[in-house]
């Protein structure tokens, strides 16, 4: 029974990866609002829970545990260690960080583990490349679909039928997974000796960089659209360098999945200045190294980039030349560190790069490196060999403890994780579900939404989404037709669900404190009931808008509609405080001018009111429909304004 399921285990670990490379980027699911990345980091944890559940196994039947000390093996525990702490130490709401980037880091590295520390034979690299290669070359044939018209010609959905949508997530996400792939293929292709491999490998390498090139032709800005944009890598870096000024974020950075907060919180006030740039909130840095340098801290960068830095090292002492799987390997994993340096990367790129380094290990474990060893621990000592060593299962030792602690352990871990995991991704489905049916039964995505933040109360956007409901119902209730009266029962009803809404409003900002979104999404719902006179509204608008500014400092949106509130609570000065703050963060910006011209209006000074509505006028775009508003008021102002004196003529004095 022992052999059986020891072989069992064996099997599977060797083929794991394989599917990992080959399903990965092509799985989507349209049940969830995001059909690919949640749905990809899904399939990836439940890959990670089949791989230490039969890692596990096999340590049980052989009675001890054995890992392989490769390369990367220590940078990337350390990496997730660090990963692990930040999100403990650092991150505001810790649960949500370990289930998404958290979780994932720990997941690719228990795939990591469990593979190589199992497998020394070609198969594996063999499947890897085989895998890898048809994923790839299937994803380019989509795009050569869509380039030619060929996918907006089926009957299927709309969504399917998207310019950017691509079953890898994006345009952009398959280019991450292509490049990399398509620079291996071709080495592999060029170097192979076998005549009947190099033509099929080459066609491989020729479709995928035709799905590549009609791929980098949709996200190419236009004159008249910009479908991707990166940070710009002068910002990224800024941000990075201003996170390392606190010894604390230094050393850990600001935890995982916290980069958008740490974007408002940082970024440039020059980026105000670009048109297409100053309302995006970024979720990565210019490039993933940079990400990881902001979110994980130096520890984190430096932990990353040795894992592929020491494999890359330990590949080129062997015969890479002559050998197309090395020279896969090699140049696919020079490629994927390359463009982590880049380049943002994504929960497949991730996968790519994991993939590569399990068949850098493997490969060499069957070369006999000596960069790799195999490590048995015992209960008092640990023995090292330097071969890959199989050991039997008749060769365990007589008191079992260790596999079998580590596997009740595995199992408790990893029941936690899916009591949570599978109420966020339940939640997912009721929100996507609410979504759908918004406009055809709306009471159903009523109760949907409120579903969704039941099943996952530790979300802050189900929290924020919810609020705006109540709000749009409150509303509703508000809202009368021919100037007839508001009922006294809908004023009590939308009474009740106005003081839902700032609940859940309130519960968003204790989720995600940090969070700007969820100041703002506060700071509009009172701002509404601040209208209906609703008692402490003024005050509570007043102080989520304060919270918000102080969260995104360098943000002008955020002030001027600070400095429009004042003016809605008649308070002048104060407007035009924050409304000139606005200009000095943003001067190319016309609405805070035209704001301001507005209270100088008010307030009957018609010189400095015409002056900034010229201005308003200055940055608003010709073919804009505003224009004739503006000049009207121009016209108006120009009357009011007082005329200066002519000079009294000096009287010419008689000869």
């Excluded at 507005?598 to 804009?624: C, I, R």
């Amino acid at each position: 029974m022992r052999k059986t399921i020891d072989k069992l285990a064996t099997n599977i670990l060797r083929f794991l990866p394989a599917f990992l490379i080959f399903v990965i980027p092509l799985f989507f699911l349209p049940l969830t609002p995001d059909f690919f990345q949640i749905n990809k980091q899904y399939l990836l944890f439940i890959t990670s829970s089949i791989a230490l559940v039969f890692f596990c196994f096999r340590l049980v039947t052989r009675g001890q545990i054995q890992i392989t000390l490769s390369p990367a093996l220590l940078p990337l525990a350390g990496f997730t260690l660090v990963t692990l702490l930040s999100s403990l130490i650092q991150h505001p709401n810790p649960r949500f960080a370990l289930m998404n980037t958290t979780a994932i880091t720990i997941s690719v590295f228990i795939i990591y583990l469990a593979t190589t520390s199992t497998q020394k034979t070609s198969v594996v690299i063999k499947s890897i490349i085989l895998g890898m290669i048809m994923s790839l070359v299937i994803l380019s044939f989509f795009s050569i679909l869509v380039q030619f018209g060929v996918i907006a010609q089926i009957p299927a959905p709309e969504w399917l039928k998207a310019k950017l949508f691509h079953p890898a997530g994006s345009p952009y996400h398959f280019l991450t997974l292509a490049i990399p792939t398509l620079i291996a293929t071709i080495g592999f292709g060029v170097s192979t000796r076998n005549w009947l491999l190099k033509p099929l490998i080459l066609a491989g390498a020729i479709l995928i960089a035709t799905g590549s090139i009609f791929s980098f032709k949709v996200i190419l800005p236009s004159d008249t659209d910009r479908p991707f944009i990166l940070l710009p890598y002068s910002a990224g870096w800024s941000i990075a360098v201003d996170t390392l000024k606190n010894p604390k974020t230094a050393i850990l950075g600001a935890g995982p999945d916290t980069y958008t907060n740490v974007f408002n919180k940082l970024k440039p006030a020059s980026l105000n200045l670009d048109n297409n740039l100053w309302t995006l909130r970024f979720s990565n840095s210019s490039s993933e190294l940079l990400t990881l340098l902001t979110t994980s801290g130096i520890l984190g960068v430096i932990l990353f980039s040795i894992a592929y830095i020491k494999t890359i090292k330990s590949l080129l002492k062997i015969n890479f030349k002559s050998d197309p799987e090395t020279l896969f390997i090699l140049t696919g994993l020079f490629s994927i560190l390359v463009l982590f340096a880049l380049f943002p990367a994504n929960t497949s790129t991730h996968v790519l790069g994991i993939v590569f380094l399990i068949a850098a290990a493997i490969k060499l474990k069957t070369e006999g490196s000596n960069s790799v060893k195999d490590v048995q621990f015992g209960i008092f000592s640990k023995q090292i060999t330097s071969a890959y060593s199989e050991i039997s299962p008749k060769e365990k030792p007589s008191l079992p403890i260790l596999p079998w602690l580590l596997t009740l352990a595995s199992f408790v871990l990893l029941g936690v994780f899916w009591s949570y995991a599978s109420r966020i991704y339940s939640s997912n489905i009721v929100i996507f579900q609410a979504a759908k049916n918004v406009k055809d039964n709306p009471v159903m995505s009523y109760n949907k939404q409120i579903e969704a933040a039941k099943i996952d109360p530790s979300d802050p956007y189900l929290k924020i989404n919810l609020s705006q409901t109540y709000l749009s119902v409150t509303k509703q209730l508000l809202t009368t037709k021919d100037g007839q009266e508001i009922t006294p029962e809908n004023k009590q009803k939308a009474l009740e669900f106005a003081n839902q809404a700032l609940n859940e409003a309130k519960a968003a900002t204790t989720l995600a404190p940090y969070d700007v979104t969820a100041w703002e999404n506060f700071a509009t719902v009172s701002r509404f009931l601040a209208t209906y006179n609703v008692e402490g509204a003024i005050d509570w608008t007043l102080a989520t808008y304060t919270q918000a500014i102080t969260l995104d400092p360098s943000n002008p949106m955020l002030r001027a509609q600070l400095g429009t509130f004042y003016i809605q609570i008649n308070n002048p000065n104060q407007a035009i405080r924050f409304l000139e703050q606005a200009i000095e963060l943003k001067p190319n910006w016309n609405a805070p001018y035209y704001n301001l011209s507005l209270v100088y209006k008010a307030n009957k000074d018609y010189a400095k009111a015409l002056a900034y509505v010229k201005e308003a006028k200055k940055y608003t775009a010709l073919d804009s429909k505003d224009i004739e508003q503006l000049d009207k008021e121009i016209a108006e102002l120009e009357k009011l304004v007082p005329k200066e004196p002519a000079p009294t003529p000096t009287p010419t004095p008689a000869n």
